[in-house]
């Protein structure tokens, strides 16, 4: 027979293998009575594609005007301050000399000659033009427009470098404006170069970002403060939500470094984990992984559990019928195995501890995308029949969206408060792990009974896939309303001190 595993703490790991999440202080006992909600602010703003490039237009308009310079000058002006147009307009009077000399603008403010005046020869393919037959960034450097047209094309082809495009000689640091690249490009060049230029108004912004969601066009404008080491999650109209600092998918509440170490970990444990889908299984009824190390088909968890049940069809043993055996391997000897059972004892309370943590990140994340296609199916169908059914606005049946919306952010922390846990140490922070094993089990009640009160009684109320007039009386209704809406402001009003709680890393405990 084969056992579970034995308690990690038989294994000590060295201290670098754990990081605290320390960030704000978090002053009171976890409550689910204090709606936390309510004194949060929203530190960011959600644009569409339209809303940016109307801000885009506004602020190069506004440089125009300003400063008395054209479109182009403006762009590029802009793009040098990182579209900061207040603080370009600040340093462009106390020294406009040296803001053009640092972009490649004329440095007499002029408004440059493009065309030639007299005939020449392009320096690139030395052809022979007449007036009118060529053309320059501003500088005195005259080149054919189909020397320039390729000129163009390349950098195009190199990216968004394109925009930084300088004179071609090689000496000259003259910056090739917008009208420059739509008087000589082809059509096709002259779309991406505009799609570069468009895009850049939020990726070399500081405060802003394209969100990071498949197939999403909407940038995301923080207007809070990223001071310290504390994340800072944001959440597009597409519902994906990310980390403003770091990028990864919205984490709170550990820290980026932690969610950094943990994502580093999983890549180097995915070889390890591939060898346990195949060599371990989970015990059916604690859910503890447990290897199969003898020949035996009959497997027994460790304490507490103590459950029996056959390897390979996973019943229970006391009523288990013959089934297909598991064969040893003629080569293995026993007494080899004894050899390697202290090495195995040793490595398997650190693997256990990180594949407890793993497989409820893991789960909890497919049940977020879950919750999410649900919520998706609720707002583009299902609560316009609820609103014919009840004859009421579909405005009316928002408290759904919000508690479809708590539920997601619940599954959220509570797959990255697992990362954050594996690297609570067994020993040092062993009151540290009862607290954190409390909150989880606490905050799992509150989110099941939030999503079973969303999801089950709301179909077993209005039906399953066919919701008829008059099918639920106002009374009803409006009882239901009321019990989803409290679940909703007690779950997260939960969910934000257990956030503290970790953020502050335990500070109870202490």
């Known amino acids: 027979m084969a056992s579970g595993d034995s308690d990690s703490d038989d294994y000590y790991p060295g201290d670098n293998d754990y990081q605290s999440d320390s960030n704000n202080n978090y002053g009171g006992h976890v409550e689910e009575t204090e709606d936390v909600a309510s004194v949060i602010e929203q530190s960011y703003a959600v644009l569409r594609e339209g809303d940016v490039r109307a801000r885009q237009e506004e602020d190069t308009a506004k440089i125009m005007e300003i400063l008395s310079v054209p479109s182009g000058f403006a762009t590029v002006l802009l793009r040098h301050y990182k579209w900061r147009a207040d603080q370009l307009q600040d340093e462009w009077f106390l020294d406009d000399r040296r803001i053009r000399d640092a972009v490649g603008l004329p440095a007499d403010g002029a408004v440059p000659t493009l065309l030639n005046l007299r005939r020449l020869t392009c320096a690139i393919c030395f052809g022979r033009y007449e007036a009118g037959g060529m053309r320059s960034a501003g500088c005195s450097h005259y080149y054919c427009v189909k020397c320039w047209r390729g000129y163009i094309r390349a950098a195009v082809g190199d990216g ?276 954190f094993d409390y909150l989880q089990e606490q905050a799992n009640s509150s989110l099941e009974r939030l999503h079973g009160c969303a999801e089950r009684e709301r179909r077993e109320l209005f039906g399953v896939g066919d919701i008829r007039a008059g099918a639920i009386d106002s009374e009803t209704y409006s009882s239901y309303r009321e019990k989803v809406t409290r679940l909703t402001k007690v779950t997260r009003n939960y969910f934000e001190n257990l956030v503290k709680a970790f953020q502050t890393d335990l500070a109870e405990v202490n």
């Not at 994340?231 to 919205?250: I, L, M, T």
């Not at 604690?286 to 003898?294: A, F, G, Q």
């Not at 650190?350 to 199916?377: F, G, P, T």
């Not at 299902?382 to 919306?405: C, H, I, N, Q, R």
Request: proline fraction near 4%; include cysteine; aromatic fraction near 10%.
């Open 160 to 435: 968004s470098r394109c925009l930084s495009l300088r004179c071609p000689d090689t000496s000259c640091s003259m910056a090739v404006l917008r009208e420059l690249v739509d008087a000589v490009a082809a059509e096709e060049d002259k779309q991406r170069y505009a799609r570069f230029a468009f895009r850049s108004y939020v990726e070399e912004n500081p405060r802003m970002k394209w969100c990071p969601g498949p197939g999403c066009t909407h940038a995301v404008e923080f207007v809070g403060s990223d001071d310290g080491d504390q994340n800072n999650d944001v959440f597009c109209h597409c519902k994906h939500g990310f980390c403003w600092r770091c990028g990864e998918e919205a984490h709170r509440p550990v820290s980026c470094g932690t969610v950094h170490m943990w994502l580093a970990k999983n890549i180097s444990e995915s070889e390890t984990a591939s060898w346990l889908l195949v060599h371990t299984k989970h015990c059916p009824r604690c859910r503890r992984p447990i290897e199969k190390n003898h020949g035996c088909m009959h497997m027994t968890c460790g304490q507490p559990c103590f459950h029996e049940f056959c390897w390979l069809c996973l019943q229970p043993w006391a009523n288990h019928e013959s089934c297909a055996r598991y064969k040893l391997d003629e080569g293995t000897l026993d007494g080899k195995l004894n050899k390697e059972d202290e090495r195995r004892r040793q490595a398997k309370a650190s693997l256990n501890r990180y594949l407890h943590h793993y497989e409820r990140w893991a789960a909890n994340h497919r049940s977020l995308h879950v919750v999410l296609n649900d919520m998706e199916k609720l707002e583009s169908s299902e609560l316009g029949k609820m609103a014919d059914a009840l004859a009421v606005p579909v405005t009316e049946l928002g408290f759904l969206s919000e508690a479809y919306e708590q539920i997601a952010d619940g599954r959220r922390v509570l797959r990255w408060a697992h990362a954050y846990g594996y690297y609570l140490h067994p020993v040092r922070d062993r009151t540290k792990r009862k607290l």
